[in-house]
């Protein structure tokens, strides 16, 4: 079964760290490109915060680029969100999505071809 599993979320106060990761199984992210994004409550979710191609380019959304990395370990088939400097407005859930590159287009290739995990709930109290 082909899925991506996210994990990593906890209760954090203002200002500390995370770092999420989501893992591929039954496959292997070669080719894919593996994008983060969130959900906050009572929202609709994000574009992607930060994405990670197979050619190692990583780029991240102006909203999050100065607190949020993102990177990738082929020998664990894994990605990694680096959340730094926490705040209450990144409360949310976390899902990650991979997607074959031959098959982005836009941000609707996401929704429309990525595999997506369940998520995971990142909770930020000041």
């Known amino acids: 079964q082909v899925r991506v599993e996210e994990s990593g979320g906890n209760l954090v106060q203002s200002g500390d760290s995370l770092r999420l990761s989501c893992a591929a199984r039954?496959?292997?992210?070669?080719?894919?490109?593996v994008g983060w994004f969130r959900q906050a409550p009572g929202k609709r979710r994000e574009g992607v915060l930060c994405?990670?191609?197979?050619?190692?380019?990583?780029s991240c959304s102006d909203s999050v680029k100065d607190r949020f990395t993102i990177s990738r370990d082929d020998a664990e088939n894994t990605v990694y969100l680096q959340m730094n400097g926490l705040e209450v407005e990144d409360t949310a859930v976390y899902y990650c999505?991979?997607?074959?590159?031959?098959?982005?287009?836009?941000?609707?290739?996401?929704?429309?071809?990525?595999?997506w995990g369940q998520g995971t709930q990142v909770t930020v109290f000041s």
């Open positions: 994405k990670s191609g197979s050619d190692g380019s990583t």
């Open positions: 039954g496959f292997s992210l070669d080719n894919f490109i």
């Open positions: 999505s991979a997607l074959d590159e031959a098959y982005y287009d836009d941000e609707e290739s996401w929704s429309n071809f990525g595999a």
